[in-house]
């Protein structure tokens, strides 16, 4: 089955065509003539074959190949085994935001070994992540806020992928409400064309990486505690766009996962546990 390979996961061909079909037909069926949508049709075209600027720095070959590993362990299905961590002295709450064209259910294994230790953990609330707008990042404001009146405390944001960047820019909308921000192979710094799946975004997203529809502002550091998870194996974000530079972010943890490693690795997850430990 073809597949092709995403900020956080590998989706099939047809499900992705599907999903966009059913959105495209739906706008059509509100109203807009034949012409637009083959309008739409073609710009996305032209989205997916733009060139990246000259700085541009995509991670090797050999490592976008290396992820397939990751994928064949994901078609098993997840890992079963408990991992060894420490007993949270001072359980936290965490909401867990999933990478691009990835489900929440995606990261259910990280969630469950974080639960086990005794944190609370809350999925996003918006199901797969398909790319920002101003609708989604309202409705990920209110599930913030809901989530902070519910359990009396502030929390900590954990982000895969692109996940991180919506965590980032949360922190920044609403710093009184998150104590830390934990990015995970997020392309935050940089240029956001060092990667392997721009391409990709545009067609799917409809708009450029360098022009997201919602206001950002992608290096500059949130005013809470940010931490920035990267690994030199990552073969689908260039390591230096998720390390960032100092002042991007407080801290910077290498890691020796793949990028779709973050989701389930015992080394990931172990780093998160200890950032909640931490924080």
Not at 14 to 23: G, H, L, N, P, R
Not at 51 to 70: D, F, K, M, V, Y
Request: charged share 25%; net charge positive.
């Amino acid at each position: 089955m073809p597949f092709i390979l995403q900020q956080g996961s590998f989706v099939t061909m047809e499900a992705m065509v599907a999903t966009q079909v059913m959105q495209w037909s739906s706008r059509f069926a509100e109203g807009n003539r034949l012409s637009d949508f083959g309008e739409q049709l073609a710009r996305r075209a032209r989205l997916a074959f733009d060139s990246a600027p000259e700085q541009a720095r995509s991670p090797a070959l050999r490592l976008l190949l290396g992820e397939t590993g990751s994928f064949a362990q994901s078609l098993v299905g997840r890992p079963r085994q408990e991992l060894e961590l420490e007993r949270a002295e001072h359980p936290r709450v965490v909401i867990l935001l999933p990478g691009f064209a990835t489900h929440p259910q995606r990261m259910r294994y990280m969630a469950e070994q974080l639960e086990g230790i005794g944190h609370t953990v809350k999925r996003w609330g918006l199901g797969f992540n398909f790319g920002p707008t101003e609708e989604n990042f309202e409705l990920l404001s209110h599930r913030v806020e809901d989530v902070r009146e519910r359990y009396g405390q502030n929390m900590v944001l954990v982000g895969w992928s692109l996940g991180g960047i919506f965590a980032r820019e949360i922190a920044k909308r609403h710093p009184d409400l998150v104590d830390k921000v934990v990015t995970m192979g997020s392309p935050f710094s940089h240029t956001p064309y060092s990667n392997n799946v721009w391409r990709i975004y545009q067609l799917v997203t409809g708009h450029s990486v360098a022009s997201p529809p919602v206001e950002a502002r992608l290096p500059e550091k949130p005013p809470v505690e940010t931490v920035a998870l990267w690994s030199p194996r990552d073969g689908v974000i260039a390591p230096r766009s998720a390390c960032g530079r100092p002042g991007e972010r407080d801290r910077a943890v290498a890691l020796r996962c793949t990028h779709l490693g973050f989701s389930n690795s015992p080394e990931a997850i172990r780093a998160v546990a200890r950032e909640l430990a931490a924080s």
